[in-house]
Structures are given as C-alpha cells and as structure tokens.
C-alpha cells in the first residue's frame, strides 16, 4: 500500500508498506525534514500545517476508514485528528517520533468515534469504499469481495483488538511503536494480537477458500 | 510436551519470539494440528490485513478544517506577549478586587509614643505599624488626627 508515496520522504518511519525501509541516508534526509516542518508548525506557519496535512491526510483517512467502516465517520475523525493536531502541536517535544504520536491521536479519536456508538461499520457502499483502490493507488491483488468481508469483520472486532491488528498488518508499526500509541505494554500487544487473531479467523473462515 | 502455543503465535509469524521460544514453538507445530491451524490462520489474516487498499481522503476536507482553525498569528512574538499582557491585566484586576473586599483591621491596642512607653490608649486607628529607629513605635500618620481622641497622646 502506498497511499502517500512522499510521506517517505518526510516521515520514513510511518510510510514503510509498500515502499520498503528507506536507506540511512535518505532516512535521515527526511527525518530532518520532517523535523523542520513541525518545528515551522509549531511556530504557527499556516502553509507548513498545510503541507503536514496534505502529507499525512491519507493514511490518517483510510485508518479511520479502516477502523469505523464507515466514509461519514472516517471525514469526521479526520477533521477532528488534525484540529487537535494543531491544538497540539506545541506539545510534542520529539520525545517519540512524531507519526507515533499523530497515530496516537488517530486511534483515540476512532475509539471516541466508536463511544459515540453511530454510524460505525458503514452500509455496502461505505464498505466498497475502502475496498476500492482510490485514483493512484495500487489496485492490491485482493478481490472487492474479499476486500469487503475483512473491512466489515476488522470494523466488527472491539477496538481493543482491531487497532493493533490495523496498526500492524495495515500500517507496519513495530509492537513497540504500537504499545507507545495504545499507552500499554508490548506484551500487552502480543495478547491483543491473539486475541484479535482468534476473531478475526472465525469471522473469515468462510473465505479461505477462496483466497489463494 | 503438549503445552499448546496459541498465545505465541502472533509473535512467532511476526518474528519476535527468541530463537530458543521459535525452536519450541516450531517444534510443537510440527505435531499439534490444532496449533497449526491456528498460525495458518494468523498468517492468512496478516496478509489480507496488509493487503487491504488504501483510500484518498476527499478533496474538501482541508476547507472544512482551515474553517475551524484558529486565525493565523499576525507575528510570531505578538500572541505571547497579548497573552502575556492579558494575564498581568488580570492579575492587577484581581489584586485590586483583594483589597477592596478583605476587610480593614481591627483598631489594636497599641503603645503610645510617650518616652515612658508605659501609657497605653485606644485612639482607635492608631494601630503600631512600623517600630521606629529610636525604637518607640510609631503610629499609622493616616491616623494621627485620631491621636488627639487619646487623653495621654492629646497632652503630649
């Protein structure tokens, strides 16, 4: 998946799927970019907040996609993510990288979204939406079908096992990266994860047929 | 021997299980159907996790949060210091409020300035405030018309 190719310039340590873990050099290349552009954030340059949306926008929206099911609440939880990014902004102090903590704020915001009890795991429509590969985007080699039951049995499991299993599969974070968003333990990911695992073969073991 | 290892499993397709825990946990896979089916399960899910597409966000969604946002800073050093200026403009707002609701002391009984120091009085709002070099206390001069309601203050 490669939903924000530049993102891996500017953030190599959340753009790894589907473009690969980028050299040492241009690694820090973009970690040093990516720094300038908070550092201009937080001074309040409009045009840096700006670019650090167009740069995240993306992945933030199809992780709020992913975890409500539904494109109503997904717009929602993405509005809201980057208003309190900006809210928030002065806070970080570089202590954690940076796409650790906006994931953090992504994540909180699903699960508040998913409190709210609305809207969560969309119609058929909602659900083809996140099947479907947007314009520019890798086509993936899953079925719409397929692609669909997934969405609807992830955005079916209780948060608690559905973030990680998007965080790691969807999005690559280490169970490390994933206890820092989810302020637990690894271990605790590691529980999770079963868990998770367990349900979500339960609710796809019709399809294993059909994937090959 | 027949420990089963489903709680490891997402560890070990993830590749995080120490190389001894990984033998174990290999080992026992090789024997327990039960097991095996699980870690296939794990695998299948992970990879149609990670084979999920992604979505673009829609395209008015930068208008709707910039309509949201905050004005922009005219200059970086402006906000501080209007902030900086409203919280002083408070403080002195409430300092004033302070004096004008706590109530004012009680007249005290205090010492006269007579050079025995012995003569007390009740002049009402001569309170002793401040010793003075010679070392007699000295009296509030707000209140030294008031000195002359005392008979032994009055004569001296």
Known sequence: MSTTGSLVEQFPAITRPGGGPPGPARAAAGASA???????????????????????????????????????????????????????????????????????????????????????????EDLARVAAPGDGMEAGILGREVSRAVQAAIASLPPKLRMPLLLRYADELSYEEIAQVMACSAGTVASRLNRGHKLLAEKLEAWKECVR | MWNHVEKRLAEYVDGRLPAAEAARVASHLEHCARCRGRCE???????????????????????????SLPEPRSSPGFMPMLRWSAIVGMLAVGALGFTRTVPAPEPAMGTCGSPSGKARYRCEVARVSWPARDGRAAVVPAAAANVAACGHCHRN
């Open chain 1, 34 to 124: 990516g720094a300038e552009l908070i550092r201009a954030c937080q001074a309040g340059d409009r045009e840096a907040f700006r670019e650090l949306f167009e740069l995240s926008k993306d992945r933030v929206y199809t992780f709020a996609l992913r975890s409500t099911g539904n494109a109503a609440a997904a717009e929602d939880v993405t509005q809201r993510v980057f208003l309190k990014l900006m809210q928030r902004l002065g806070e970080f102090r570089g202590g954690s990288q940076f796409t650790t903590w906006l994931y953090r704020i992504v994540v909180n915001e699903c699960v508040d979204e998913h409190r709210r009890g609305r809207r969560i795991t969309g119609g058929e």
């Open chain 2, 41 to 67: 399960a794990v695998r299948f899910n992970a990879r149609l996790l990670a084979e999920l597409p992604g979505a673009a966000a829609p395209s008015g969604l930068w208008a709707a949060i910039e309509r």
